[in-house]
């Protein structure tokens, strides 16, 4: 087989140990490519792997820096949380974490299984004292909204017993002070306007016992213009009588005047109880009761001399009587 030889280029025979043209020895050149060859392979094979190292050494240290961000974040995570879960499903996962942050989130922990200990006793006493302190030894509680509403319905149940043992909207009223925006500041404010609604003025307290005590007055004089100067044309209902006319109301005073009475005295005693309701004719009456005496001169002294009765009414907003009845009280 004819080759170049690489000195001349001239055409040899590959079995020619020397070139004819030249004279340059052939096998020796050949055999040191041959390890010039092998040289080069050798180094690039190094090369090769000095890279691959290389570039694992900055892989890994991408991948550790990566670790220590998710650790760092998952602690910052764990201490700002107020959840315990949180908590320990990062000292769960992170079982190789610096030390420093393991035992600030272990301590963090601890804190918030002792604050739940202060709120289960807090809640379990009932007493809005407790949770006041509650609120005060923490105020950073996840708790804090919660024991704010337990303190507003202790609140608002003091306020609601209050009112209806002393029927009065001073507690209502309080409730609303302090808790202006609670869970049942708008049930209050709705107690506290049905209330007003029906609640009587002084002033209007001052006609309703006018107009009664004026009404007795008549009977005792005995005087059927004054007596009827003091009801309506028709009465809703007189002695249980509905749509009673004038007519029942002077027949009523005539039947008081027994034979045997020679004069009459009616006192009304101030012990009024009124409340507004609904006339049925867009507006409010005034409903009021008090107690009534009734004494007796006579002719016959075995009989009664005295007599105690309950008189319940109705104003109307012209300060006329629509309703009467009286009930005789026992003794």
């Not at 004279?23 to 792997?49: D, F, M, P, V, W």
Request: some cysteine.
């Amino acid at each position: 087989m004819l080759i170049n030889c690489p000195e001349c280029n001239q055409m040899v025979s590959d079995k020619a140990e020397t070139c004819p043209h030249c004279g340059i020895r052939l096998n020796a050149n050949q055999e040191q490519g041959t390890r010039n060859q092998g040289t080069k392979s050798h180094k690039a094979l190094i090369a090769s792997l000095i890279i691959a190292l290389i570039i694992m050494s900055v892989g890994y240290y991408f991948y550790s820096q990566s670790l220590k961000e998710k650790e760092q974040e998952a602690y910052e995570l764990a201490m700002q949380s107020n959840d315990p879960m949180v908590m320990q499903n990062y000292l769960s996962r992170y079982q190789d974490a610096p030390r420093e942050h393991r035992d600030s989130v272990n301590a963090h922990l601890n804190m918030l299984k002792e604050e739940d200990l202060e709120w289960e006793n807090a809640v379990n006493s009932g007493l809005r004292s407790a949770l006041e302190n509650y609120i005060k030894e923490n105020p950073e509680s996840p708790h804090l909204s919660e024991a704010k509403n337990k303190i507003d319905s202790i609140d608002y149940r003091k306020a609601e017993h209050d009112y209806k043992v002393s029927n009065s909207i001073e507690a209502l009223m309080k409730y609303l002070k302090e808790h202006p925006d609670g869970r049942f500041s708008i049930q209050a404010q709705n107690i506290i306007d049905e209330l007003k609604a029906v609640e009587v003025t002084p002033e209007e307290l001052a006609t309703v016992k006018s107009v009664c005590k004026k009404f007795f007055q008549a009977i005792n004089s005995k005087n059927d213009s004054k007596l009827l100067d003091t009801v309506t044309d028709i009465l809703d209902q007189f002695l249980n009588r509905n749509n009673a006319s004038n007519s029942d109301v002077v027949e009523f005073m005539n039947r008081l005047y027994k034979s045997d009475i020679t004069n009459m005295n009616w006192h009304i005693l101030d012990n009024y109880k009124a409340e507004k309701v609904d006339n049925g004719n867009g507006g409010k009456n005034i409903r009021v009761q008090f107690g009534a005496e009734q004494h007796i001169e006579r002719t016959d002294p075995d009989k009664e001399t005295l007599g105690k009765y309950i008189i319940s009414a109705e104003v109307t907003p012209e300060g006329r009587i629509t309703k009467f009845n009286m009930k005789k009280v026992k003794e």
